[in-house]
């Protein structure tokens, strides 16, 4: 355990292109000798017209396109865009889209220059996990607030036949500039919001709910940004409120949510997306919707370990002031879930027609994965990781 904040090197090098209509600036972000592959998901951006202003910023360029990367980017997928990469010489990447298809390209990136096959880049089991040395440049446009992924060099993928949804990162998978213009949300659903607002939330706290180190700035950064996500997420969800202001808030609370800042010197705590990531590969629910039914459970069986900073979230996250500290602490876990339910996500298995038979499946998959020894401390065995998911049944 850290007595105090931990030594740190604070790198990030990925240009933010934020604001209104900014999109025709990709015309000198990026450089013209490059050849371009554009890469998006499932057609959103094309149906909204993103796709077309890229293409416009884009005419002094030589590029090609790569759609249809999934929602949870699969591997298959991934790789044929890998192989297109290499057959057609397409030396520059732009991401358009949400965080899968920022995570996909970031893979892609990677992948195209690898020495071995691609799914050695994941350990766990599924791969050898040889670390990434060099990835093709690349830039994004992001369309939906929540991951974090367009100013962190971080992604996930999911592995379909292993059904397995694993992490990769490295020092030169960030993305070379990202275009933030908060109108770009203006077409997104209640759920996509919802969903935005809840994996941002959770970002934060998996960074910040753990035990204090005395790290002021961090703490301070972590409960303002919570703060701001907890007054404007009611209104974030309200899809009639396309206001600029609002989205604003919510696109740069969301990339700062895990934009490397937080977690400078402090220790914390991934296992909500640990316990997460599995939810998706076996039971295919919504990244940010298995974060609202873990989260909310995880804080009630770790109250002990997690007890002074649980307190202190009380206090100055929900303001909070009436009550014993055990009350405080309570009254800040149900108030945690209420916000969640009040956004639309539900918090148990129950609600998604999932019981009992989802713990026994979902620990092996921990196991599997190595997932043995989780949270700030190490000490979340797989036993307390069944208690969690049992007590979100
Ligand atoms: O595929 P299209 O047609 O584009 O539609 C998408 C998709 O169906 C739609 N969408 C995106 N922008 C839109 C829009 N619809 C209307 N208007 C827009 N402006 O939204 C759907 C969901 O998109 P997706 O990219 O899957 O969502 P999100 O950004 O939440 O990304 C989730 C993925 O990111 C990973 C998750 O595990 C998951 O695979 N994460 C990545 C992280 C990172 N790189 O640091 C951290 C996170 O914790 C997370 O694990
Ligand atoms: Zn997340």
Not at 146 to 153: D, I, L, V
Not at 344 to 359: I, K, M, N, Q, R
Not at 361 to 381: M, P
Request: charged share 20%.
């Amino acid at each position: 355990m850290n007595k105090g904040i931990a030594n740190f090197d604070y790198y990030n090098p990925t240009h933010i292109v934020f604001g209104k209509d900014r999109i025709s600036e990709l015309a000198t972000l990026i450089p013209t000798d490059k050849k371009v592959l554009v890469l998006y998901g499932g057609g959103s951006v094309e149906r909204f017209g993103t796709l077309a202003k890229v293409r416009e910023a884009l005419s002094g360029h030589t590029f090609g396109e790569f759609g249809g990367i999934e929602a949870n980017p699969t591997y298959a997928t991934l790789l044929r865009a890998i192989e297109l990469v290499k057959k057609d010489g397409y030396n520059y990447l732009l991401a358009v889209g949400g965080g899968s298809v920022i995570d996909g390209t970031k893979f892609v990136a990677a992948g195209a220059l690898f020495d071995s096959e691609p799914i050695n880049i994941f350990g766990s089991g599924v791969g050898e996990g040889i670390p990434i040395k060099e990835a093709l440049p690349f830039g994004t446009v992001l369309t939906l607030p929540a991951t974090g992924s367009e100013m962190n060099s971080g992604g996930v993928v999911s592995i379909v036949e292993k059904k397995a949804k694993l992490g990769f990162g490295s020092a030169v998978t960030f993305p070379q500039f990202s275009i933030l213009d908060p109108q770009l949300t203006y077409t997104l659903p209640k759920r996509q919001l919802a969903n935005g607002v809840i994996d941002s939330f959770v970002h934060i706290m998996e960074q910040y709910m753990t035990y204090p180190v005395g790290g002021m700035v961090q703490d301070r950064f972590a409960e303002g940004l919570l703060e701001t996500l907890i007054e404007i997420g009611p209104d974030v969800v309200d899809e009639s409120k396309q206001d600029y202001n609002l989205r604003a808030n919510f696109m740069w609370a969301a990339t700062y949510a895990l934009n490397g800042t937080l977690n400078k010197g402090v220790p914390g705590d991934w296992s909500s997306h640990g316990l997460g990531h599995e939810i998706t590969a076996l039971y295919h629910i919504d990244h940010a919707r298995t974060l609202a039914i873990v989260l909310p459970s995880l804080l009630e069986i770790r109250k002990e370990q997690k007890g002074a900073k649980l307190l202190q979230y009380a206090e100055r996250v929900w303001h909070i002031t009436d009550g014993t500290e055990d009350e405080k602490i309570q009254a800040a876990i149900d108030k945690t879930r209420e916000f969640f339910e009040s956004l639309g996500a539900p918090t148990h298995f129950s609600d998604y027609d999932l019981g009992e038979e989802v713990v026994d499946a979902l620990v092996s998959q921990l196991e599997k994965h190595g997932l043995t020894a989780v949270s700030e401390r190490g000490d979340q065995t797989l036993d307390v990781s069944r208690e969690i998911y049992k007590n979100a049944l």
